[in-house]
């Protein structure tokens, strides 16, 4: 059994389109900041929100990564939007890296701008690995 464990729709609530209400895991507790579209040259991966989200994943996955984690482990990811209506453009970019069936919990908030005013989206992420993984 997976040390993470994710409920989608537990008893009582609406089922959740593109996120499980649930996630906890036993282990290591990782915080990753919030990520940008931002290349490891420092240069903006694309002006849309489609190529910025695949970015950011990946930004994400290089982070995992050194923690000793994976996209298996993540419990929880926070979308900051400058626009909601990019959502479906992160959704399409997290299939890319998370499974349908391990999506963790997750939070959608739009803000009147980023730090920059060329990025449309961050991303920040929890994870939890077993004790016993370096």
């Not at 036993?26 to 990753?32: H, M, N, S, V």
């Not at 900041?33 to 950011?56: F, I, M, W």
Request: proline content about 6%.
């Amino acid at each position: 059994m997976s040390h993470v464990v994710r409920v989608q729709t537990p008893e009582g609530l609406a089922p959740p389109t593109g996120y499980s209400h649930v996630a906890w895991g036993t282990g290591r507790t990782i915080a990753i900041s919030g990520q940008v579209a931002y290349d490891e040259k420092g240069e903006l991966a694309g002006t849309d929100a489609t190529s910025q989200a695949r970015q950011v994943f990946e930004n994400l996955r290089r982070c995992l990564a050194e923690a000793g984690a994976t996209f298996d482990d993540v419990v929880k990811l926070t979308y900051f939007l400058t626009d909601v209506a990019d959502l479906p453009a992160i959704r399409v970019a997290r299939e890319e890296f998370i499974p349908a069936d391990r999506i963790p919990a997750s939070t959608a908030v739009q803000v009147v701008a980023l730090f920059r005013p060329e990025l449309l989206m961050e991303i920040e992420a929890w994870a939890v690995v077993p004790e016993d993984r370096a």
